[in-house]
């Protein structure tokens, strides 16, 4: 898997600044069990993380902290808010000034470039929750999916039983925790990136700002979620380019709707080898026999 700690900065003079803020994931805290005994347990450090665009206050999400800064560049993309990851001369996240506590939000300072000529006409000066129900902050993201032309890329069934392997496996704040959204990013059976959040669409926003920030496309790509695909979900990940998406849980019908129309293939309840695609069964090349293999 890709080395999210460690990773350098693509080979661009263009891209911008940015900073490494990551947050503690979890936080130890002290419960009783059903006999009345004293435990310590781990919950997610939910934070959050107001986000200033050329000073102006934008938008208050609440996350884990896991990858402040490619959240925050994800988000911008996938609200459609920038067009070019060029456009951005710096991403500046300091946790310091709230300490991670409830209501003194962390602050990831965004600046552009001087002839950018980003334009925020209008405000979002809200707080976008843990992000299951997040909904569009601008803009009507239906207006533009005819836009979208995907790749004819396909996954085998083997590779798709391969990538829900791998998740099963990945050692996860889920795991240790619970109340926590994962997202990942395949080429084939390989994991590129593993994220988690409170929140699935930041989640995928911070798998958005890393492949922005790394030049890597969505071409022969495959985007798996814990979550259900929404129709902002299936929206996301077309504009990231990736042609398949799978989840261990179900889709809406606006999701599906959407897949279809782009021609997206979504596949679901992907778990052990049991699976249901819901649109574009032609780019998932079938291997029933491995239903039956002993491996």
Known sequence: MFDLLNAPEAPSL????????????????QVRNEFGETADT?????????IYLDKKELVTLMTLGAEPEWLVLGFLRNQ??????????????DWSIGEGEVGEP???????????????ERSAERVVT?????????????????EIVLPS???????????????????????????????????????????????????????????WMNDVDGQDKV?????????????KSAQMGV?????????????????????????????NKRFLCFSAPERLLWQPELLTSPH
């Open 243 to 271: 042609p398949v998406v799978v989840s261990r849980s179900g889709i809406t019908q606006m999701g599906l709707d959407v897949a279809k129309r782009l021609g997206l293939c979504a596949i679901g309840r992907a778990t």
């Open 42 to 50: 781990q919950i997610p450090a939910e934070r959050a993380l107001t």
């Open 106 to 120: 962390g602050v990831a300072a965004v600046k552009t470039r001087t002839h950018a000529q980003v334009v925020i």
């Open 153 to 211: 890329a396909q996954i085998t069934q083997g590779q798709l039983y391969g990538l829900v392997n791998a998740i099963r496996l990945q050692e996860t704040t889920y795991k240790s925790s619970g109340s926590v959204h994962g997202c990942a990013l395949f080429q084939g059976e390989q994991m590129l990136m593993f994220v988690e959040d409170v929140g699935r669409h930041n989640a995928v926003d911070t798998i958005a700002g890393w492949m």
């Open 223 to 235: 985007f798996y979620t814990t979550g259900r695909l929404t129709s902002e979900m299936v929206i």
């Open 80 to 93: 459609r808010l920038i067009d070019s990851v060029d456009q951005i001369e710096s991403i500046t996240v």
């Open 130 to 146: 843990t992000g299951c129900g997040q909904g569009s902050v601008f803009g009507d993201l239906m207006a533009h999916i005819d």
């Open 14 to 29: 263009l891209k911008p600044h940015i900073t490494r803020a990551r947050a503690p994931l979890t936080r130890n805290v």
